[in-house]
Structure formats: C-alpha cells, structure tokens
C-alpha cells in the first residue's frame, strides 16, 4: 500500500499551522510542523519530507533564508518547497523563486488550489526522482556497456596485432627457402639439358613457386605497412623508367596471352620527379598484374598524366603545384583493361584485405586477394590516392594519384 505523503509545515503562527494541519490531515497527508526556520531544516533533516509549506517572515531565518539553507544541502535540495505569505507582489513571488521555491500561494489561500498545489507539486518531485534514478541506472548500464566494447576492442586490437606478426613472421620464413627452391630451380632452366618433359615440369614448378613468392611479399609487405614498419625513401627518377621497368619484368605474362599493351605518358612529365620511387612502382606492378590476370584478350593502356587536384579530373592541360614553398605536383597513372570488369557492389571492398571479384571455392581465378590491399596501404603511406573505375564485362582502369616534386 502506497504510505501517505509526509507534508512539513513552517511558519511562526501557531494558528496557520493548526489550520493547515487540519486541512491536510484530513485529506490523507502526514503533517509535521516547524515554528521558525532552524527548526524546520532541523526538522527535516532528521525526517526528510515529501514537500514544505513555507512562510515568509519569521524571526531568525526568514523564509528566503531558511529555503536557501534548505537548497544548499545536497541531502535535501530535491524537495519542493511552496511558499505561504501574504506577500503577495511580484516582487516577493520572484524573491521567493530566486531562493528555490516550486511555487506561491499567497494568504490568505483557498483550500482547494492549495491541496491542488502541494498534490501537483509532490506528483512532480516524485517524477523527477523516478526519472534521474532511472537515468542513473541507465547511465551506469551504459558506462558497463562502453567499459565492455573497450576491452572488446583492446582484445580485438591485440589479436590483430598477433595475427600481423604472425603474418609477418610465417612470411619472412617461408621467403627464404621459396626464394632456394626458385633459384635451383632457374639452374635447372638454365644450365640442365632436360628432356621436354622435364622442361614443361620445371617451368610449371618455376611458375607456381613464383606465384606463392608474390603471395608471401604481398604478406609480408601488409604485415609491415600495417605496423608502420615500411619507410619511405625518397630517391631521384624518371617516371619512363619505371614504366619500362616493370613492363621488362612483366613480358613473359603478356606473352602468354592475346593481349596488346600501349603507354601514354604526357610530354609534361618527361622531367626527373623526387619520391618514393619504390613504392610507385610496387603499386603499379601490382596494378598492371592485376589487369593482366582478369584480361584474356584485347588491350592494356598505361596512361600518366598530370592533375590540378586529386579529385577533380576536368582539366589535365597543365602541371600546377600543390604548394607554391614545397613544389608538389599531382600526378595520375591509370590501368585500364578491356578484361571481366567488376560489379558496382565489389568495387567498395575491392582494396579491403583477402577481398575476391569472385569468393567462391570454385572461382575461375587464384589468389588470396592480398594485392590491392597492399596497393592501398603503399598509396595512403606517400599521402596519396587509389581507386576504380568499372564496369562489368567492359573492363576497368585503376588509377594512382600521388604528389611528386619536380627536379628542375
């Protein structure tokens, strides 16, 4: 059963307070009463009640005084306190509100709208109470529910850290006896008279170990990019060199398949550029690889332009610097192929690690899709940009946007 509100009353009138303790018993209120106001806060301290009735001028602490030492304690500060004076102007009203008073009810009162007050302003306080203890209780609930992503997360971190070292030992070790078994095997290829059976078996061996060589760098090389291992070096080149550079290395894969290869390098760019020559040419090769791999037939074209800004592409008539103090310059290679394309779908995930064109166990094409990811991680290390263009059965262009000073 719900108990009866507990109602403190102070004021130095001893009539005021028998009338108002007649009023409210009657009308199911427990009444405790205070003849001046350090009896009150005494008071209520010790039984702290569901509202006080409090009058304006008594000796010692008048009511404002006496509301205001009430509002200071933390202990008490919830209850609401309603103000009896036959003060009625504005200017006491306002007093009284300043002070921390929920209401004013001047004398002398009407019955009715007083209980109606003390009722509406019990009702009110005790909503209040509901709604900050259930606050609390949610805030801590939330507080547990942020503690416990906070050491998922930590968990999370830390097995992706072991997992990339892992990836980064197992790597680093199996590149050393790969890198013996391809070099035997290059001696075989070289230096052996074999049989044509002998040679159609070595030079599948040579292929398949080079393949799993590509895929323990690629391993490797995320393992460091992710740690922050890998650091940038910054050399002197030409951007023709590198081009020419990894079409001499890639000529066995084009000679295996109907396809014609074409480069289109703007007469601006035939100058000597700083960067990470390394790291552009690793992005590239992986690039042109890949657009190799998913074309059967047709054309390749290696296109290298300058751009005004990385994402705005409307105007590559002419080389503006980044920088009128660092001389950067915006430029753009592009791979595109006449191959599979890709669906609009893949194409968001395509740079994410171990992401397929096709994922299935039965896909038409190998690897561990463990290249474009790397590319990224390479592109984002040189404050760069990567992406694609694409469309499914028309081909693709992959395109590198990468900052370079020119050597002048």
């Known amino acids: 059963m719900k108990s009866q509100p507990l109602v403190l009353i102070i004021d130095d009138s001893p009539v005021n307070l028998m009338l108002l303790h007649n009023v409210l018993e009657k009308h199911h209120f427990r009444v405790i009463l205070a003849e001046h106001g350090e009896q009150g806060f005494t008071i209520a301290k010790e039984t702290p ?35 009896l004076s036959a003060l009625g102007d504005t200017e006491n009203k306002v007093r009284a509100l300043q002070a921390g008073g929920v209401d004013y009810v001047s004398k002398p009162f009407q019955k009715e709208e007083l ?180 074309t059967e037939q047709g054309q390749l074209v290696i296109r290298v332009q300058p751009i005004d800004k990385p994402i705005d592409l409307d105007d590559l008539d002419s080389m503006q610097p980044l920088d009128e103090d660092d001389k950067k310059y915006w430029i753009r290679f592009e791979i595109s192929d006449t191959g599979i394309g890709i669906a609009e779908q893949k194409q968001a995930y395509l740079f994410d690690i171990f992401s397929q064109v096709d994922g299935s166990s039965t896909r038409y094409y190998d ?19 990567i992406g694609v263009n694409s469309q499914l059965d028309q081909g693709s262009t992959f395109w590198l946007n990468v900052p370079l000073e020119i050597v002048k």
């Open 115 to 294: 209980l109606a007050r003390v009722e509406t302003h019990i009702e009110l306080a005790h909503l209040r109470q509901n709604l900050e203890q259930e606050v609390a209780n949610q805030t801590e609930k939330i507080q547990l529910l942020f503690e416990a992503l906070q050491l998922s997360y930590d968990k999370a971190q830390q097995a992706s850290m072991l997992k990339t070292e892992f990836l980064r030992n197992i790597s680093h070790e199996f590149l050393t006896p790969m890198n013996i078994v391809l070099g035997m095997t290059e001696m075989l290829l070289e230096d052996t008279p074999l049989t044509e059976e002998q040679l159609h078996l070595t030079t599948t061996a040579m292929k398949a170990g080079k393949q799993l060589q590509d895929i323990l760098t690629n391993m490797l090389n995320f393992a460091q990019l992710f740690k922050g291992e890998v650091k940038e070096v910054l050399t002197k080149f030409h951007i023709c060199d590198i081009i020419d550079h990894i079409l001499k290395r890639l000529s066995t894969s084009l000679g295996e398949k109907n396809l014609q290869i074409s480069t289109e390098i703007a007469p601006t760019l035939y100058s000597t550029f700083a960067g990470n020559q390394e790291g552009i040419y690793n992005v590239l090769i992986k690039l042109i690889d890949n657009a190799i791999k998913f």
């Open 367 to 385: 690897g561990m899709g463990m290249g474009l990811a790397v590319a990224k991680l390479l592109t984002e290390s040189m404050g760069g940009q």
């Open 49 to 83: 009640p569901d509202i006080i009735l409090l009058d304006v001028i008594m000796p010692g602490w008048d009511g404002y005084e006496t509301c205001r030492r009430i509002k200071q304690d933390a202990s008490l500060a919830h209850i609401p306190i309603l103000f």
